[in-house]
């Protein structure tokens, strides 16, 4: 079935209202008219079991039938900062994250990172989008949240929770060790570098400011790869899997 999300102020007792993209959508791409069901989500772990009263490519109007409790978020509080890659790539890690649970992604400026942000309100806003239509394909019960663009020492001072700081350079302590010995943690915070990695200066700091530096097996893994495998492992050991 369908799924949209809806803005608290358009979901009435027993009706919802759908406009702008959403509405071209229904009518134009999936054709659907009088009769024919949806679910809306309002972004806050409910979901509506809806019938279209009304459609046209200014607006939707739904009738609710039922009113459901959204079971798919993970039960960790798990944010992504992603040293910002080139290309598309982005966009890939946001889709496949939002598909695994994630709570939050901030993309940041690492050492490394060869992307100039020259317009990073514009940037945020596709991530953000791309976040949606993830979220309306998986079924989730909110929308994750894209940070604003930020810098290593403002992502590195975050607090709170299990810090996780995946390091091509760490020989000793492996994803599977810290997990196992993090039974119980709610939070979790894993920081992932751009295609050149990390510099050993931006580990060291990392560990002074109490991130874990974890190896990921003997294989170095794409900056794409890496989120998606941490994020996975993590879901496994500590999440609902």
């Given at each position: 079935?369908?799924?949209f999300?809806?803005?608290?102020?358009?979901?009435?007792?027993?009706?919802?209202?759908?406009?702008?993209?959403?509405?071209?959508?229904?009518?134009?791409?999936?054709?659907?008219?009088?009769?024919?069901?949806?679910?809306?989500?309002?972004?806050?772990?409910?979901?509506?079991?809806?019938?279209?009263?009304?459609?046209?490519?200014?607006?939707?109007?739904?009738?609710?039938?039922?009113?459901?409790?959204?079971?798919?978020?993970?039960?960790?509080?798990?944010?992504?900062?992603?040293?910002?890659?080139?290309?598309?790539?982005?966009?890939?890690i946001?889709?496949?994250?939002?598909?695994?649970?994630?709570?939050?992604?901030?993309?940041?400026?690492?050492?490394?990172?060869?992307?100039?942000?020259?317009?990073?309100?514009?940037?945020?806003?596709?991530?953000?989008?791309?976040?949606?239509?993830?979220?309306?394909?998986?079924?989730?019960?909110?929308?994750?949240?894209?940070?604003?663009?930020?810098?290593?020492?403002?992502?590195?001072?975050?607090?709170?929770?299990?810090?996780?700081?995946?390091?091509?350079?760490?020989?000793?302590?492996?994803?599977?060790?810290?997990?196992?010995?993090?039974?119980?943690?709610?939070?979790?915070?894993?920081f992932?570098?751009?295609?050149?990695?990390?510099?050993?200066?931006?580990?060291?700091?990392?560990?002074?400011?109490?991130?874990?530096?974890?190896?990921?097996?003997?294989?170095?893994?794409?900056?794409?790869?890496?989120?998606?495998?941490?994020?996975?492992?993590?879901?496994?050991?500590?999440?609902?899997?």
């Amino acid at each position: 079935m369908h799924k949209f999300f809806a803005q608290p102020q358009n979901i009435g007792e027993s009706t919802i209202h759908l406009d702008g993209d959403d509405a071209k959508h229904i009518t134009k791409v999936l054709r659907l008219g009088q009769n024919d069901m949806v679910m809306v989500c309002d972004g806050n772990c409910n979901d509506y079991l809806c019938t279209i009263a009304t459609a046209d490519k200014n607006g939707v109007a739904l009738t609710i039938n039922q009113v459901l409790k959204n079971t798919t978020e993970c039960p960790l509080d798990i944010t992504i900062y992603q040293s910002i890659p080139k290309s598309d790539k982005m966009d890939y890690i946001i889709q496949k994250c939002v598909e695994l649970g994630v709570n939050e992604i901030i993309p940041v400026v690492t050492e490394r990172t060869v992307v100039k942000v020259k317009d990073g309100d514009r940037k945020r806003e596709r991530w953000q989008r791309i976040a949606l239509e993830a979220a309306k394909q998986c079924g989730r019960g909110v929308v994750p949240a894209i940070g604003e663009v930020c810098t290593f020492r403002e992502a590195i001072d975050s607090e709170g929770g299990l810090k996780l700081f995946p390091y091509e350079n760490e020989r000793a302590s492996s994803i599977r060790k810290v997990l196992e010995e993090a039974q119980g943690v709610q939070k979790v915070r894993i920081f992932v570098g751009p295609e050149g990695g990390f510099a050993e200066e931006e580990a060291e700091c990392a560990r002074e400011n109490g991130w874990q530096t974890v190896k990921m097996g003997p294989r170095i893994l794409r900056c794409e790869t890496a989120p998606v495998a941490a994020t996975a492992a993590v879901i496994c050991m500590l999440g609902d899997w």
